[in-house]
């Protein structure tokens, strides 16, 4: 499978527990981008790289939040003293940056559940 | 402000029939418009993108989606249902190249035999 994949696919921790979750972009791609979705609603931005530099974050992404993509490669997202609100479903989506306007294919998600 | 409106948070349409998912925006300027779909436990797919070439938009599985900028709108449709439609679709704007989608609330589609 080429596609962008995503681990773990379920986290349960309970609150006040750090999590981290890994993103592996599709090879050639040098854009990652994270979104947050909680239940009923769509994808919400969180923040993106251009090979390893992270160039935009949301004001959702709090200071207990990081996300690194240190080689330019695979991303990891460490939520530090989780919080019940912090439960949602993690997209990561990945794209090839060109003139044309890029498309942003995702993976299937992390969803995680606080306790 | 910038943002992305679905109309309706769900449609039930029978087999066989047409369906019909709207979606406005709001900008200054056209923004890229596309149309994604997400199965129960499966990731999100692409269904078609407007990239100012043409305003009717052709996708996978049937659908399309017209770009009328006079309305802000960018409505999906397609002309016959099928059972594997049912999903929930999302209408997506991004204002820059490169740059974060924005994603709509979403709208539960339901195909009845």
């Known amino acids: 499978d080429t596609g962008v994949s995503q681990d773990p696919r379920h986290k349960i921790t309970k609150r006040g527990q750090n999590v981290t979750f890994r993103c592996d972009p599709i090879s050639e791609h040098n854009r990652l981008y994270w979104y947050r979705q909680t239940l009923g609603q769509g994808p919400e931005f969180l923040t993106y790289?251009?090979?390893?530099?992270?160039?935009?974050k949301s004001r959702l992404l709090s200071d207990r939040f990081s996300a690194e993509r240190p080689k330019g490669s695979f991303s990891t997202l460490e939520i530090q003293r989780t919080e019940q609100g912090d439960s949602a479903m993690y997209l990561c989506a990945s794209s090839l940056n060109s003139r044309d306007f890029e498309t942003q294919y995702f993976g299937p998600g992390t969803r995680l559940l606080v306790l | 402000a910038q943002s992305v409106t679905q109309l309706d948070s769900h449609v039930s349409v029978s087999e066989g029939t047409p369906v019909l998912l709207r979606c406005n925006y709001s900008?200054?300027?056209?923004?890229?418009l596309f149309w994604y779909v997400q199965h129960p436990n499966k990731g999100l797919q692409l269904l078609l993108k407007y990239t100012s070439a043409a305003t009717l938009v052709k996708g996978i599985n049937g659908f399309e989606a017209e770009f009328k900028k006079s309305e802000t709108s960018f409505h999906l449709t397609k002309p016959s249902a099928h059972m594997s439609d049912a999903a929930e679709y999302f209408c997506?704007?991004?204002?820059?190249?490169?740059?974060?989608?924005?994603f709509g609330q979403g709208t539960e589609l339901s195909v009845k035999p």
């Open positions: 790289f251009q090979n390893e530099a992270q160039l935009e």
């Open positions: 900008s200054s300027y056209s923004p890229s």
């Open positions: 997506v704007v991004r204002w820059d190249l490169g740059g974060k989608l924005i």
